[in-house]
């Protein structure tokens, strides 16, 4: 099968403002990131704020280049891409329905604009597509004449969607596409994401900070903290036996709808993920509740086991048994 | 009654407080006035402005004794007549309102616009041409290039379309700082736009609106520079009937025939207060129909 | 409403507030009891948060809001003038909000907006205020207070933010504290953290808390007793274990099959949804707001509603009897 994806040891550093009473720092929001992700296959994305998740987004869907290492989309490096191929092969769907439509332009002209950035079919074909791809994710032929204050959000996250797929590419990054609706809008865009998945044969980056969504929709889930992949496995086994302390402590704080339970004490103490003052050694330790030792001074390597990837001392330690996880939901 | 699916858009008029109506739609027909007037000038002058009558100098307005019908306004200095030069000095005063502003608004929004999308580097530079810019004195500018080239109209216009971009270009690169980090733009790039279809089709629609507040009001200050200098000798040279050339002339006359000077500073007092009205007005509304 | 509280601390029966063209809220009636947590949720629009501004007169300008009582410890609300009200917000009553950066104020220190509420309410002097800030603030598990009280708002995490909004909220011992969506702006794993203090502190104090959310998680976790909101209406309301194990309302269980719940989805099956979006509320609208999007909807949906019991405290406003099947005809 071949590699839809190839992400290789990819950083990205932001520079943060040097005045006269500061210097200035670095922010390493993306900090050695590595996965392949074959084609048709849905990478779910996890993690909280800081972590670097649409950052990594923005890197795989060619907006922002890397610091270092390499994007490779269909076995082509990204870079070395013109814009108009790119766009053929990868989209993203953004997190905001109200910015990610240009507020002055009709509806039809905005999902014109990747049709018309090829250049290649002359206007009415373009605009055959364009109604065709509309009628697909359910907006009439009438709504497509207005202005995108005049639509929902669920609306314009669909008019979202119809862009994104108007050049049928091989790859879309969604970036939050449902965080921002409310919940019984969000399912009708989860069902249409899906169902045009295998309609088209798309392959999804799906990034997103609710695992139950993310549970629902990714054949794999990638577990972010601090710029790196803590945590990689197929979907079902990182749900029901999760090797990573992170990835337990985001499973446990799940508040599933099941009155007889109470809040969870997720253990996670008071400290704050910064990316601008990444710790020292496992970068996770000052938070972690099974932290020892070592893990204040050595960064653990990847570990690669049965498919899965972990990074965490703890692992080693236990070398050739499962790690014990806290039980969720207690 | 059906409870409405889509959200409707709230009508602007509902937004506008009742004095800040009046005093738009009064901006708005003082400037349309001005506008017909300098346009239609060749049709409602009753005679020639430049035609010079010695014989009938300084008559007073009508309203005045020893007046005479045939000159509304009177005449001035060289018995030309005052009504006539009036109304083509609005012609002036809008022509170089006008070309001042289209001058200036491209060079100072493409600064702005580039500046502001591309950051580092670039916007340091733009940054820096607008500091040396503003540390320019303006008359200093106009008396070098008047010693060197000669005044003319055409030389005001240049003169101040190469000098009054400032506004238009922080402004613009402002406004185009907001709007670079909206997700529309991010798509456009994903979906392979080129760099201009970008700046001109994406950003530019989205800063219009206080890109045109910007343009009522330079026109307002460009028309009171240009009789500023023309007051100085610096602008436009007689005999054309530039607003502020006729204060200058009538300086000697003020106390014996005040209305020499008196019309055409109300002439220019009316036009820049109805520029400025206009321009509150529209950001006013502006600013009303773009919240969601 | 209950044997054991005499009388509830916040009694709302019949609020209804309408603005020119809409009307929020259409008759909602609540009750929340000493030391009880009472949850209102629903999706954006539903009219909660304008609810619980009602309750603190914070309406926004032109907002006409009539009720048949609002009581809170017995003491009529709707008679109450401004300064009177005055005297009770941030003493009696708190209110935290969604977004902690715009709650505090940026251009002061921690230390001096809490002890600002303590020397309004109590006379207090600076130092008497700033003893009792510290003080909350450790209560609310912020580590080095006083050093805290001294630092501004953007030098404090989401989560530690919204810990201080919290402390603030309780420096003059509140009989009724409203949170309206006090952990959706937070990530997941703060957001147990919040909720569990919350809890620890209502156990600990005999709150009463008014907690307005859109997650069906947080509900059964913290709630007692639950109102679900829909278009201006309470549509259903009862205990929290009720409301859960037979949720009657075709909008309360519709939005119920909405939620994915990790380790209960089936991947790769539809997410149920609800078609069509929130609608907003012209004045004179008569009948059911959900007939529209509603698979069982009549033609008598158009006219007055019925309240039901579906046994017990639990009630609903539906023409439907409490054991309807969805296969079964209207």
Not at chain 1, 91 to 116: A, E, G, T, Y
Not at chain 1, 135 to 151: D, H, K, W
Not at chain 2, 110 to 125: A, E, K, M, P
Not at chain 2, 145 to 154: D, E, F, I, P, R
């Given at each position: 099968m071949t590699c839809a994806i190839e992400v290789r040891d990819v950083y990205r550093q932001f520079q943060h403002g040097g005045g006269f009473a500061h210097a200035s720092y670095a922010v390493r929001a993306v900090?050695?990131?590595?996965?392949?992700?074959?084609?048709?296959?849905?990478?779910?994305?996890?993690?909280?704020?800081?972590?670097?998740?649409?950052?990594?987004?923005?890197?795989?869907?060619?907006?922002?280049?890397?610091?270092?290492?390499?994007?490779?989309?269909?076995?082509?490096?990204?870079?070395?891409?013109?814009?108009?191929?790119?766009?053929?092969?990868?989209?993203?769907?953004?997190?905001?329905?109200?910015?990610?439509?240009?507020?002055?332009?009709?509806?039809?002209?905005?999902?014109?604009?990747?049709?018309?950035?090829?250049?290649?079919?002359?206007?009415?074909?373009?605009?055959?597509?364009?109604?065709?791809?509309?009628?697909?994710?359910?907006?009439?032929?009438?709504?497509?004449?207005?202005?995108?204050?005049?639509?929902?959000?669920?609306?314009?996250?669909?008019?979202?969607?119809?862009?994104?797929?108007?050049?049928?590419?091989?790859?879309?990054?969604?970036?939050?596409?449902?965080?921002?609706?409310?919940?019984?809008?969000?399912?009708?865009?989860?069902?249409?994401?899906?169902?045009?998945?295998?309609?088209?044969?798309?392959?999804?980056?799906?990034?997103?900070?609710?695992?139950?969504?993310?549970?629902?929709?990714?054949?794999?889930?990638?577990?972010?903290?601090?710029?790196?992949?803590?945590?990689?496995?197929?979907?079902?086994?990182?749900?029901?036996?999760?090797?990573?302390?992170?990835?337990?402590?985001?499973?446990?704080?799940?508040?599933?709808?099941?009155?007889?339970?109470?809040?969870p004490d997720v253990g996670l103490g008071d400290t704050y993920p910064d990316p601008a003052n990444i710790p020292p050694g496992c970068r996770f330790h000052p938070r972690c509740p099974s932290a020892f030792a070592d893990c204040k001074t050595t960064a653990p390597d990847d570990i690669h086991r049965d498919g899965r990837l972990v990074e965490c001392l703890l692992t080693v330690a236990h070398a050739g048994s499962r790690q014990q996880t806290h039980s969720a939901g207690n | 009654m059906?409870?409405?699916?889509?959200?409707?858009?709230?009508?602007?008029?509902?937004?506008?407080?009742?004095?800040?109506?009046?005093?738009?739609?009064?901006?708005?027909?003082?400037?349309?006035?001005?506008?017909?007037?300098?346009?239609?000038?060749?049709?409602?002058?009753?005679?020639?402005?430049?035609?010079?009558?010695?014989?009938?100098?300084?008559?007073?307005?009508?309203?005045?004794?020893?007046?005479?019908?045939?000159?509304?306004?009177?005449?001035?200095?060289?018995?030309?007549?005052?009504?006539?030069?009036?109304?083509?000095?609005?012609?002036?005063?809008?022509?170089?309102?006008?070309?001042?502003?289209?001058?200036?608004?491209?060079?100072?929004?493409?600064?702005?616009?580039?500046?502001?999308?591309?950051?580092?580097?670039?916007?340091?530079?733009?940054?820096?041409?607008?500091?040396?810019?503003?540390?320019?004195?303006?008359?200093?500018?106009?008396?070098?290039?008047?010693?060197?080239?000669?005044?003319?109209?055409?030389?005001?216009?240049?003169?101040?379309?190469?000098?009054?971009?400032?506004?238009?270009?922080?402004?613009?690169?402002?406004?185009t700082m907001q709007v670079r980090n909206l997700d529309y733009i991010a798509a456009a790039q994903a979906a392979g736009a080129s760099r201009i279809h970008i700046l001109l089709r994406e950003v530019l629609p989205n800063i219009a609106n206080h890109l045109v507040v910007v343009a009522t009001l330079e026109m307002a200050l460009a028309i009171l520079l240009e009789a500023a200098l023309s007051f100085l000798g610096l602008g436009v040279p007689p005999p054309l009937p530039s607003w502020g050339l006729m204060i200058a002339e009538a300086k000697e006359y003020m106390f014996f025939s005040p209305w020499v000077i008196m019309t055409p500073g109300i002439a220019l007092f009316v036009l820049v207060l109805g520029i400025n009205l206009l321009g509150d007005g529209l950001r006013d509304l502006l600013k009303a129909g773009s919240r969601q | 409403m209950t044997a054991s509280?005499?009388?509830?601390?916040?009694?709302?029966?019949?609020?209804?507030?309408?603005?020119?063209?809409?009307?929020?809220?259409?008759?909602?009636?609540?009750?929340?009891?000493?030391?009880?947590?009472?949850?209102?949720?629903?999706?954006?629009?539903?009219?909660?948060?304008?609810?619980?501004?009602?309750?603190?007169?914070?309406?926004?300008?032109?907002?006409?809001?009539?009720?048949?009582?609002?009581?809170?410890?017995?003491?009529?609300?709707?008679?109450?003038?401004?300064?009177?009200?005055?005297?009770?917000?941030?003493?009696?009553?708190?209110?935290?909000?969604?977004?902690?950066?715009?709650?505090?104020?940026?251009?002061?220190?921690?230390?001096?907006?809490?002890?600002?509420?303590?020397?309004?309410?109590?006379?207090?002097?600076?130092?008497?205020?700033?003893?009792?800030?510290?003080?909350?603030?450790?209560?609310?598990?912020?580590?080095?207070?006083?050093?805290?009280?001294g630092q501004y708002p953007h030098q404090l995490s989401g989560g530690l933010r919204q810990r201080v909004m919290i402390a603030m909220a309780l420096m003059c011992d509140p009989e009724l504290l409203i949170a309206d969506e006090p952990t959706t702006a937070l990530d997941v794993t703060v957001q147990a953290q919040i909720l569990r203090l919350l809890q620890k502190l209502q156990q600990e104090l005999g709150l009463a808390l008014l907690l307005i959310t859109h997650d069906f998680g947080v509900v059964a976790r913290m709630a007692q007793r639950v109102s679900v909101m829909y278009a201006g209406e309470v549509i259903e309301s009862g205990t929290a274990a009720d409301l859960f194990a037979a949720p009657t309302h075709p909008y309360t269980r519709g939005l119920l099959e909405c939620i994915p719940v990790p380790g209960q989805v089936a991947p790769g099956e539809r997410l149920g949804s609800i078609p069509g979006a929130v609608p907003r509320i012209a004045p004179g609208f008569v009948g059911c707001g959900f007939r529209e999007r509603c698979a069982l909807a009549t033609p008598e949906c158009a006219r007055a509603v019925p309240k039901r019991a579906a046994g017990g405290d639990h009630s609903y406003l539906c023409r439907l009897q409490p054991d309807w099947k969805r296969d079964a005809a209207a």
């Open positions: 900090d050695g990131v590595t996965f392949s992700l074959s084609a048709g296959d849905v990478l779910g994305i996890v993690g909280e704020s800081g972590c670097g998740k649409s950052t990594l987004g923005r890197l795989i869907a060619g907006l922002l280049p890397p610091s270092a290492g390499e994007v490779l989309v269909d076995g082509r490096s990204l870079a070395r891409l013109d814009r108009r191929e790119r766009a053929r092969l990868i989209q993203p769907v953004f997190q905001d329905p109200f910015s990610s439509l240009n507020p002055r332009q009709r509806i039809r002209d905005i999902v014109r604009l990747p049709l018309m950035a090829q250049g290649e079919l002359p206007k009415s074909q373009q605009m055959d597509r364009v109604m065709e791809m509309l009628a697909r994710v359910g907006i009439s032929g009438e709504m497509a004449e207005r202005m995108p204050s005049q639509l929902s959000g669920g609306q314009r996250q669909r008019v979202a969607i119809a862009r994104a797929l108007v050049l049928r590419p091989r790859i879309v990054v969604c970036d939050e596409p449902t965080s921002a609706l409310d919940v019984s809008v969000q399912a009708q865009i989860l069902n249409l994401l899906a169902e045009l998945r295998r309609e088209l044969g798309l392959t999804y980056v799906f990034i997103s900070h609710n695992l139950a969504v993310v549970e629902h929709i990714a054949t794999e889930v990638a577990v972010m903290y601090l710029g790196r992949i803590v945590e990689h496995a197929p979907t079902q086994d990182l749900f029901r036996a999760p090797m990573h302390p992170y990835t337990n402590a985001l499973l446990a704080s799940v508040l599933t709808p099941d009155p007889a339970l109470g809040i | 059906k409870a409405t699916a889509t959200v409707p858009a709230l009508s602007f008029r509902s937004r506008l407080p009742s004095f800040r109506h009046f005093a738009t739609f009064l901006g708005v027909v003082i400037v349309g006035a001005a506008i017909l007037i300098a346009i239609f000038a060749p049709y409602l002058t009753p005679h020639d402005p430049f035609a010079q009558n010695l014989n009938l100098r300084m008559i007073p307005p009508v309203w005045m004794d020893e007046s005479m019908p045939e000159h509304l306004l009177g005449t001035d200095q060289l018995g030309r007549d005052y009504l006539s030069r009036l109304i083509y000095g609005a012609r002036i005063s809008l022509l170089i309102g006008v070309l001042t502003v289209v001058t200036s608004g491209l060079i100072g929004i493409t600064l702005g616009i580039i500046g502001g999308f591309y950051g580092g580097r670039t916007d340091q530079f733009v940054m820096f041409l607008i500091t040396c810019r503003l540390s320019i004195p303006l008359i200093l500018v106009a008396l070098t290039v008047v010693a060197l080239v000669g005044s003319s109209l055409a030389v005001v216009i240049l003169t101040l379309g190469l000098l009054l971009w400032d506004r238009f270009a922080v402004v613009a690169r402002t406004t | 509280t005499p009388e509830p601390v916040l009694s709302v029966a019949g609020l209804r507030v309408s603005f020119r063209q809409t009307e929020a809220v259409r008759g909602v009636s609540l009750a929340v009891g000493r030391g009880e947590t009472h949850c209102v949720v629903g999706e954006s629009g539903c009219g909660k948060s304008i609810s619980a501004l009602s309750v603190m007169n914070l309406l926004p300008r032109g907002a006409i809001r009539t009720a048949d009582h609002i009581r809170f410890q017995g003491q009529d609300l709707l008679k109450l003038s401004e300064t009177q009200f005055a005297r009770l917000r941030g003493d009696k009553i708190a209110m935290i909000f969604q977004e902690p950066m715009t709650s505090l104020n940026p251009a002061y220190t921690i230390g001096s907006q809490m002890s600002e509420v303590f020397e309004r309410h109590r006379r207090a002097t600076r130092r008497q205020a700033m003893d009792r800030a510290a003080e909350l603030l450790a209560r609310v598990g912020i580590t080095a207070p006083g050093m805290r009280l």
